[in-house]
């Protein structure tokens, strides 16, 4: 397959925060109150990939919408802060020793739901903020992610390109977007319907061999 750029989702694509981002929220949760509301780790993996308006109004059906507001704004705070300080390594196997072969070929581009500042903390974390381009997200545009996608290849001229997710609303903004979608089977969503797909992001080599 011919492509000139890839273009990566974050969350359970690039790594699973889902166990440290749960105590961040649960901490949140029980300073605001308003809620029943309990997360897990799992209860994340089905969340995440939604944009933060959606999260909040199926985590938090039960609460008011200015109390909703108030979690989200808080939890996200919370998780920034857990994330920063944490330790261990969250990428899944192969993230960034594929990234930087990738690069070295095509251009490599983040598009996420997340909020803003989410995507500078995983570059950061990771080490990997020379080889991403350029990147896009719903905290920064209040737009979807087929919006994004398409805002983002708009602003860098991309004409040929692929998505890699984990989620159906990944598939679906493709779809919205145009552009092919490599399906990652390692994270955290089922997907009906795909152009590829991947057991490991190591497999993007074999699609796609850099130069």
């Not at 440290?20 to 309990?38: D, L, S």
Request: aromatic share 10%.
């Amino acid at each position: 397959m011919i492509i000139e750029s890839i273009i990566f989702d974050v969350d359970g694509t690039l790594w699973d925060t889902t166990g440290v981002v749960a105590k961040a929220w649960n901490k949140a949760i029980a300073e605001v109150g308003g809620t029943r509301t309990v997360v897990s780790a799992a209860v994340l993996k089905k969340e995440f990939g939604k944009t933060m308006k959606a999260i909040a109004d199926s985590l938090f059906a039960d609460a008011d919408e200015p109390t909703k507001e108030r979690l989200m704004e808080k939890c996200c705070l919370y998780e920034h802060t857990a994330l920063e300080e944490n330790t261990e390594n969250l990428l899944f196997p192969d993230v960034v020793e594929t990234v930087q072969k990738l690069a070295a070929t095509y251009r490599v581009f983040i598009v996420s739901n997340c909020q803003s500042g989410y995507i500078e903390l995983f570059m950061k974390k990771s080490g990997l903020e020379s080889y991403i381009q350029d990147w896009e997200c719903f905290g920064d545009t209040s737009k979807g992610k087929g919006e994004n996608i398409l805002l983002l290849m708009r602003r860098n001229r991309i004409t040929d390109a692929v998505y890699v997710g984990d989620t159906q609303g990944d598939y679906e903004a493709t779809q919205q977007a145009q552009v092919p979608f490599i399906f990652a089977r390692y994270g955290f969503g089922q997907v009906e319907g795909c152009d590829q797909a991947i057991n490991g992001i190591k497999e993007l080599l074999e699609l796609y061999e850099p130069a």
